[in-house]
């Protein structure tokens, strides 16, 4: 797991394999957020202000459904679900997730988020390796 300093202003430089898997950019902003003894930071998109889109009864259940599970997400992600596509569509015209990060919220990904949060819990990590042949050589003590 990558290790992160604090700067003099606060700022902290988010690792290369981050901000890559979570596909960031220059310019993106995150929300952040004390979190259990944890500092909890989520990619956040703003977009200029515009009418909001008129919603159909269903529509307007399915977005409830939605921000309930976008919630759980973000307070306890172990006992979460992801969200079906019907829930992303609602959620992206509305303007509540970004479409190019739709992906995150689906359960397939989540499915994977969960795990991987198991497992930082559980403190089965490895790593960091300074190489290949690091790696190659823990795998072989296993």
């Known amino acids: 797991m990558p290790i992160v300093k604090i700067g003099p202003k606060h700022q902290v430089t988010i690792p290369k394999e981050v901000f890559d ?3 960031l950019k220059p310019g993106d902003f995150l929300e952040a957020r004390a ?3 944890k500092v909890v930071m989520i990619p956040r998109q703003f977009s200029a202000k515009a009418p909001a889109p008129s919603l159909a009864k269903k529509e307007q259940q399915i977005l409830s459904q939605a921000k309930q599970k976008i919630n759980r ?3 306890d992600i172990l006992r979460s679900q992801g969200l079906t596509k019907e829930e992303i569509e ?3 015209k509305v303007g509540l997730i970004d479409k190019e990060q739709a992906w ?3 359960e397939e990904w989540q499915k994977g988020e969960r795990e991987a949060e198991k497992d930082i819990r559980e403190e089965r990590l490895y ?3 300074g ?3 690091e790696f ?3 795998i072989k003590k296993r």
Do not use: N
Request: aromatic share 12%.
């Open 35 to 37: 979190q259990t003894g």
């Open 73 to 75: 997400i973000q307070a």
């Open 21 to 23: 898997r979570l596909h």
């Open 104 to 106: 995150w919220w689906v």
């Open 90 to 92: 609602v959620a992206c």
């Open 131 to 133: 190489s290949v042949k």
């Open 136 to 138: 190659k050589e823990s």
């Open 127 to 129: 790593g960091p390796f």
